[in-house]
């Protein structure tokens, strides 16, 4: 390979550099096999922000700071302020980046990669927050703006939100036995409110479901759910409400005026208390009553239940598009990413799902930017083939 | 031309007069500021442990008794000293309330003395760059910002455009061959 430089147009070379990588496409394949290799190189060395970053830090500077250290008492390291320098930076120093140079680790098995800016530009869910009426009716929640059930009560559906007109006041809602029920359905993707008929708050986490009926029946409140909701009951000592869970199938919370959260996804069902007092119920063992910043763990398999202190704002971030991490290993957290962004995650080696975080992030409306500050750890990088989000070790061997 | 590999040998701080100490830490600060960052994610705080790291060892430096080379004694150290600072940072981290904050993966490797072939090329790269002349490494450094078009780095360095790309050419000539040996592979993906 050590073959004396033959014919490189350096004026086409640095002219070709100058211009964005997206420009530049078409242009770089009429170019020798040694000048897109050395444009690769150039590109591979100027999308590593680790080492970009490094390169731009002053030592001549940082040589005559060290020498008032050595003579000044030692100063605090980092400043407040700091913090947001670091986090403007960081941004500044994620490019496309970080793709190229792992591939140069991953030749073999790397080619059909392409990076998630590339493969997932402007991504979208794909499907659609529904309400399913009383009689069947799946109707798309933003083509309108309100609806009228059966009974007479009015629907509004606006801004992220559902609402259910009261039915006390106004002389409407089910008498009879067989009240109306409707589901609202939040894909992937979603994250969506519900006001129910007695003024109860309803958040409904991606890739969740809750059947609920239109009026209460007057002796309790009754809805069932599926995936994760956190909700604000109205308080009612008279008037008891209940969540079923997965269909009764993992329990039930009987709640005393509370707000709280319930977590379904998978084979452990969390019920986490934020105020008031719920009752958690399982199918088959004793009920447990919670406190405050109290957790339920129901294993629905084992049939095992076991209560614990949290911090249950950490747990209902979600709502306002926050992520709470705590020892959060990498495959809770990619099926996370798969709910909230409707994506599929999957792991390049098995050892990378029991990575832990640590941390917040506030979703953003691109999955790109939790990407980028993930990669930013230095453990893992992301590639795109087939669809599928790829988690890689970024020290790959 | 300085060269900066792992293989320099023991070496022994109390003998070195403050000008080689100098060269030591311009060879060295670029690279271990990468290793801390890595752990840190946050380039000033990576300074602040770096230059901190000098400074004690400067200070003490007839009682530390290095066995490996520095740039292995100095990793170790500096790595050590970013974790210690993790757990100071999670723990005030704790009582605030901000709705952004970086990452800090839990699951760091455990320091080791030699760096790995990574690390090493890390070093090299550092290192190739360093040594070009101070214009053009200037000139090469501003180039890698996002999206500087050559009229920008002329404005900035006070030099002409074509200067500008001058140097560029001298720059990446001198580079390509380092390129080549960081960066094997990549002309097989290339060629598909």
Redesign the interface.
Known sequence: ?QQV?HHIN?EL??DL??K?VAERQGLVASLS?EE???I???Q???DDP????????D?VQ??A??ME??TAP?RR??GGW??W???A??L?LV?AGGWLWM???H?QS??RYQTVAQALPNHAPSGKVQLITADGHAIEIDSVKQLKEKDGTLIRLQQGTVSYQGGQSNGIGSQSNSPLMNTLVVPRGYIYSLVLSDGSKVWLNADSKISFPVQFDKAERKVAIEGEAYFEVVHNDKWPFTVAIAGGSGGAVKVLGTSFDIKTYGKKIYTTLVTGSVLFTPPVANPVRLTPDQQTVFNVAGGVIQTKKVIAGDWIAWKDD?LV?I?MPLDELAAILERRYDVQVSFAEERLK?????????FTGNIIDILN??E????ILFAVKNKTIVILPA?GK | MKTAHFNDGPIDLSALERKDYESLFHQYYQWLCLQVYKITEDWHASEDIVQDFFVKCWQNRASIQIRETFGGFAVVSVRNAALNYLKKESTRLKHETASFSTFSGEEMPSPVSVPDETEQRYLQIITAINNLPEQRRKAFILSRQHNKKYAEIAVELGISVNTVKMHLRLAYQELRNVLKLLLPFFFFFLKK
């Open positions: 390979m430089p350096w070379l640095i550099l100058e964005p096999a897109q290799a050395l690769a190189r150039l591979q060395l100027k680790l080492l970009t970053g490094a390169l731009q830090l030592t940082a040589w700071r060290m250290k050595e030692v390291l980092v700091k913090k320098v670091a986090a930076s960081l500044l490019g591939k140069s680790r030749t790397v080619q926050d991490m020892k029991n990575i832990q975080y640590n941390g917040a992030f506030h500050s993930l930013q750890t230095g453990n020290n």
